[in-house]
T-cell receptor
Framework: EAQVTQNPRYLITVTGKKLTVTCSQN?????MSWYRQDPGLGLRQIYY???????DKGDVPEGYKVSRKEKRNFPLILESPSPNQTSLYFC???FGRGRETQYFGPGTRLLVL | GESVGLHLPTLSVQEGDNSIINCAYS??????FIWYKQESGKGPQFIID?????DKRQGQRVTVLLNKTVKHLSLQIAATQPGDSAVYFC???????????FGTGTRLQVFP
């Protein structure tokens, strides 16, 4: 089944404790992206990657890091999480430069205390 | 900065009626638009898209209309069903960029 998977689905952590949210897709997509979703603000892009070893900042990259060492994986790293990073995170992928249909993962709900 | 917005945060319709969800965008340079559906507890799901060189595109029970003159996008759902209940987002892509800018969403509620 073609899909985007994220882990964990739910995470509670404390300020400053490094964490990684994994994202994997099995559709051989070149383009992958991370979003956060907050009430009243909609989906905002954090980082995106057009291919292996190619990443770029989205609209809200502060406090986040990403890597794209393999085509299928695009982990989101929070080196020192803060409470304002409490949010719902979605990973997405597509074939093209983001102009094609994006497939979204199920989401990761993060609470930073 | 420029952003995508929605006129109505919540739309309630009766089952079988047609639904119209509206979206205003402010960036006249956007050349690609998408509608997504997000059900509770799930990630957004692609519904339909349209490029700026078109003004209408139809899918199965859905139609997207683009009015570039007034920078307005709408999603029409024919014969709305209970399974259509969800939050709907419009998104725009700025010309020659890889960024998608999403609206805040409209909740569609379908009652019997």
């Amino acid at each position: 089944e073609a899909q985007v998977t994220q882990n964990p689905r739910y995470l509670i952590t404390v300020t400053g404790k490094k964490l990684t949210v994994t994202c994997s897709q099995n559709m051989n997509h070149e383009y992958m992206s991370w979003y956060r979703q907050d009430p009243g603000l909609g989906l905002r892009q954090i980082y995106y990657s057009m291919n292996v070893e190619v990443t770029d900042k989205g609209d809200v990259p502060e406090g986040y890091k990403v890597s794209r060492k393999e085509k299928r994986n695009f982990p989101l790293i929070l080196e020192s999480p803060s409470p304002n990073q409490t949010s719902l995170y979605f990973c997405a992928s597509s074939f093209g430069r983001g102009r094609e249909t994006q497939y979204f993962g199920p989401g990761t709900r993060l609470l930073v205390l | 900065g420029e952003s995508v917005g929605l006129h109505l945060p919540t739309l309630s319709v009766q089952e079988g009626d047609n639904s119209i969800i509206n979206c205003a965008y402010s960036n006249s340079a956007s050349d690609y638009f998408i509608w997504y559906k997000q059900e509770s507890g799930k990630g957004p799901q692609f519904i339909i898209d349209i490029r700026s060189n078109m003004d209408k595109r139809q899918g199965q029970r859905v139609t997207v209309l683009l009015n570039k003159t007034v920078k307005h996008l709408s999603l029409q759902i024919a014969a709305t069903q209970p399974g259509d209940s969800a939050v709907y987002f419009c998104a725009e892509r700025w010309y020659n960029t890889d960024k998608l800018i999403f609206g805040t969403g409209t909740r569609l509620q379908v009652f019997p």
